[in-house]
Each structure stands twice: as structure tokens, then as C-alpha cells.
């Protein structure tokens, strides 16, 4: 891709990333945005068909930089993170924050973090099956679904409010309370 192009694609996704703070993607027209990020409607549609095929690409870039970092991470022989991960963790959610931010906010829309709860949910039952091999199936997922909506809660209000604890102190929380749960599954 060559650089203009790059430079343009990027506005644009970062202007539509922006107007979604603030307004929902199906109120967010292609003239809105255009003029949101100052190019005309021939250049937009120049690089994309429509406001959710920038959507689709925003969520795209994002879930590969989230491959790439899971890929990345070290988990224990039983399968649980180590110490690092979840700082690790709220690094690639705070370097993301505003795309984040989106995709929270559009969790309905957001085929990204429906595919990374189900991606989690097959690496928390692995991990937890080993665990617990006397648990029930059933009891690890419903663990997994109240630990999981909680996360993305803690997710959302961190980010929503400015981010106030830093890094390590908002894995730390994230970290205390799925240990917490965890007594679920004795």
C-alpha cells in the first residue's frame, strides 16, 4: 500500500473511530464522516464501500494486533497466564484505547470481540479443565461467561473513565478479582 493511500485509509478509520465516541455507527452516514475527516465522498469510496466496511477493517487490523500479542504471551504448563500477562494485557488494551473504546461501545456490531470472548472461553475451559479435572463442564462455563462479561466490564469502565489507574494497577484489580472467582470451581 503506498503511502498516501495509507495516510488516507488511516484518517478515515481514525475519524470514524472518533465520531463513534460520540455517535452510534448507524447514525454515522459516509458524508458525515467524509467531512468529519476533510476528504471528499470520490475518496472515500475510492477505499471503501460503506461506513461498516471501515468498521470491518478497524475491527480486522485490530484483532490481528490481538493475535499477535496473545501469540506472544506466556502461559504456565497448566495453561494459566503468568504473571506478566494481564499487565501485559491492559498495555495492548491502553496502546488501543480509542479502537478499544469502539468496539466495546459497539459490542453488538463487533464480530472482534464476540470471536475473542469464544477464543478465551476454549483457552479458559482447557486451562480450567486441567485445573479442576473433577469440575463440571457446565460449572466452568458459566464461570467463564460471568468472569468474561465482567472483564468486558472492567474494560469498558476503565477506558470510559479516563483510564485512572495505570496499567498495573488495573490488571492488578482485573487479576485479584478472577482469582477471586476462581473458589467457584473448588
Avoid at 500500500?1 to 481514525?14: E, H, L, P, W, Y
Avoid at 479458559?124 to 463442564?137: A, E, G
Avoid at 457446565?138 to 469502565?157: A, H, M, R, T
Wanted: charged fraction near 25%; aromatic fraction near 12%.
Amino acid at each position: 500500500m503506498s503511502t498516501a493511500k495509507r495516510r488516507t485509509t488511516d484518517k478515515i478509520k481514525a475519524s470514524l473511530t472518533a465520531m463513534l465516541e460520540k455517535t452510534p455507527i448507524e447514525d454515522i452516514t459516509a458524508t458525515a464522516l467524509c467531512e468529519y475527516a476533510k476528504i471528499n465522498r470520490a475518496t472515500f469510496y475510492y477505499h471503501y464501500d460503506s461506513v461498516h466496511d471501515v468498521f470491518a477493517e478497524i475491527e480486522r487490523q485490530t484483532e490481528s494486533e490481538f493475535a499477535q500479542w496473545l501469540s506472544q504471551s506466556i502461559f504456565n504448563s497448566d495453561g494459566s497466564p503468568e504473571k506478566g500477562f494481564y499487565v501485559s494485557f491492559f498495555e495492548f488494551i491502553s496502546r488501543n484505547a480509542s479502537v478499544c473504546r469502539m468496539l466495546l461501545g459497539a459490542r453488538r456490531q463487533s464480530n472482534f470481540i464476540s470471536r475473542a470472548v469464544e477464543a478465551g472461553r476454549e483457552k479458559v475451559v482447557s486451562t480450567m479443565t486441567k485445573l479442576f479435572p473433577d469440575c463440571q463442564t457446565s460449572k466452568i462455563d458459566y464461570y467463564y461467561i460471568f468472569v468474561s462479561n465482567g472483564f468486558l466490564g472492567l474494560l469498558e469502565y476503565w477506558l470510559n473513565s479516563g483510564m485512572r489507574e495505570s496499567t498495573n494497577e488495573i490488571a492488578e484489580i482485573g487479576e485479584n478479582i478472577l482469582r477471586s472467582g476462581i473458589e467457584f470451581l473448588r
